[in-house]
């Protein structure tokens, strides 16, 4: 909350004073939807890896391993721990906003959608992370190479309009810039890319990492030898 | 075979070979019947460990089936790891949560409805009744290796697995310990402990068995094991001293003290004859006195370190044998 007060008081006040509208809507207004995306990317993946990394590095996950609990049980433990918080976190974010902007929220179904699918997600692939990982350096890599740099390039506190044409083709490459314009298309209706490739995005990478989990499970891949 | 039968855990011809082509189990099979107390011994590195961690789900056999109760540990993994309590060699606890949480989160893992009478019965038996609110960090290694006990009882296990247990701990938490091993044993609790004391076995165990290069060598009662490889001495404390064996008695398997002042016969406690009465009519013949006479039987770890040495020579002898062809 601290740190989302931050951005709005130095994106929104100090900055965004100096900056125009974008797509209609003020620049503090506008930045919502990619702080709230920033956070739940990093805070899922952070949250899973995290959750299950730490039992296989202290040695307590034998109790798990050994406990009559099946894979999917496992995952929709941890998993869906980490993604309500993301999920709270993300909630927690808005309502912050909500103190320094005057919100609207066009479909706030489509909103809640993109909060959880995106939580889901990225819980999975911190998930996944953490499975991976067997140390702490490959832990933090990933969201630290990948992650905020994706975020911060996805069109988060920018509309990727305001780039040369070139760049707009490269940030179409970037996967989340699809979750950052659905997610604020249902704020505002502005988008750069349609809402439901955005949406159909984000199940895909859902069930992506969701194949990857089972696949894990299934070859016992890092944690039963 | 009727169900008063069926042994509560079978092995049959389990292997283990990791990724790296280790072989940690070379087709074992064993059967442990209810209520048994059963101690495997064997040095590092023999394999008890992952057997332990085969049967209860955390190591994935290559071959082999393991039944606990009559069910399989792959197709009934719940009925079977409900019933299964380990406790693990190295000291692996949450470090932030209480005494009094993880064992209630153990007891509810394991399927089980809270019940907060059981789990203060366990932690009073351990003695962890007053630290329950206490953070496991604040623990000394002594109490988070009863926590860990807790835990694995907290499920009330009908099978419990104890992996070298009184690894470093101090007395009073062993006699704790098996207090509580023998009150389980009474009610019916099966227990498999893996041990490096010897005298824990000799005194606790029902069976012994002698794992080594991740094959079991033998698995018997320990009495029998003791009587059928244990071998006996007869000391002699002679009234003046020998310099050297007669040769009126030089026929039987004597030594000699530095001193010469006793004598000790080795005998086979199962051989048909073990050759006292002859030797002692030889001593009276020889006009050889005698002021006292004791007989002292080798334990059970004199017994281990010879089983695990012949298993080691031999599969020396079997690879070199290997290398030469």
Same mark, same amino acid.
């Given at each position: 909350m601290i740190t989302t007060s931050l951005y709005f008081i130095v994106f929104g006040a100090a900055i965004g004073s100096r900056i125009q509208e974008v797509g209609g809507v003020s620049y503090g207004a506008f930045i919502v939807p990619g702080l709230i995306m920033l956070n739940l990317l990093t805070n899922s993946i952070s949250n899973a890896s995290f959750g299950i990394y730490f039992p296989k590095f202290v040695g307590t996950v034998y109790e798990l391993l050994s406990a009559p609990v099946s894979t999917f049980e496992v995952v929709l433990g941890y998993v869906g721990a980490a993604a309500t918080k993301s999920i709270m976190l993300g909630f927690i974010i808005l309502a912050t906003a909500a103190l320094f902007i005057d919100l609207q929220i066009a479909h706030p179904i489509i909103m809640l959608a993109f909060i959880v699918l995106t939580a889901l997600s990225f819980s999975l692939l911190g998930f996944i992370l953490g499975i991976w990982a067997d140390n702490f350096e490959k832990l933090s890599v990933v969201p630290m190479l990948v992650i905020t740099p994706l975020v911060f390039l996805g069109g988060s506190f920018y509309? #990727? &309009?305001? %780039?040369?044409p070139f760049w707009q083709t490269v940030s179409l490459?970037?996967?989340?810039l699809y979750l950052v314009s659905g997610l604020r298309w249902s704020f505002y &209706? /502005? @988008? $750069?890319?349609n809402v439901w490739v955005s949406l159909g995005s984000v199940l895909m990478f859902l069930l992506i990492c969701f194949g990857i989990v089972v696949w894990m499970f299934k070859t016992g891949y890092k944690l039963r030898s | 075979m009727n169900a008063v039968d069926e042994p509560i855990l079978r092995v049959s011809n389990l292997s283990k070979t990791y990724a790296?082509?280790? $072989? @940690?189990?070379?087709d074992i099979s064993l059967e442990i019947q209810k209520g048994e107390i059963i101690a495997l011994l064997g040095p590092n590195g023999a394999g008890k460990t992952t057997l332990i961690s085969a049967i209860c789900g955390i190591v994935r056999p290559s071959s082999g089936q393991v039944t606990v109760a009559g069910f399989?540990? @792959?197709?009934?993994y719940r009925k079977t790891r409900a019933l299964i309590g380990l406790v693990p060699q *190295? %000291? #692996? #606890?949450?470090?932030? *949560?209480s005494v009094y949480n993880t064992v209630a989160f153990s007891r509810g893992l394991f399927g089980r409805a809270p019940n907060h009478a059981h789990l203060e019965k366990v932690l009073k038996d351990l003695s962890l009744w007053d630290k329950k609110?206490?953070?496991? /960090?604040?623990?000394?290694g002594g109490m988070k290796r009863r926590v860990l006990i807790a835990k694995a009882l907290a499920h009330e296990p009908r099978v419990l697995f104890l992996d &070298?247990? #009184? @690894?470093?701990?101090d007395v009073s938490l062993r006699k704790d310990m098996w207090k509580i091993v023998k009150e389980l044993r009474e009610s019916g609790v099966t227990i498999i402990l893996t041990t490096h004391y010897i005298e824990e076995a000799e005194e606790i165990a029902d069976r012994v068995g002698v794992i080594n290069n991740g094959e079991i060598i033998l698995i018997e009662s320990k009495t029998a094991l003791m009587q059928k490889l244990g071998k006996k001495q007869l000391i002699l404390d002679l009234s003046e001293s020998l310099s050297a064996l007669p040769a009126a008695i030089n026929r039987h398997d004597l030594a000699i003290s530095d001193d010469g002042m006793k004598l000790t016969y080795t005998f086979d406690t199962?051989? &048909?004859?073990?050759?006292i009465t002859a030797l002692l009519d030889d001593l009276k013949a020889a006009d050889i006195q005698f002021r006292d006479l004791n007989t002292t039987q080798s334990s059970l770890e004199e017994i281990f370190v010879n089983l695990v040495d012949e298993s080691s020579e031999r599969n020396s002898a079997a690879v070199n044998g290997a290398a030469a062809e």
């Open positions: 509309s #990727t &309009e305001m %780039l040369p490459m970037n996967p989340v &209706e /502005i @988008a $750069e890319v | 790296g082509g280790f $072989e @940690a189990l070379k399989d540990i @792959a197709r009934d *190295e %000291l #692996t #606890t949450d470090s932030f *949560e609110d206490n953070k496991i /960090i604040t623990l000394s &070298e247990p #009184t @690894a470093g701990v199962q051989s &048909e004859r073990t050759g």
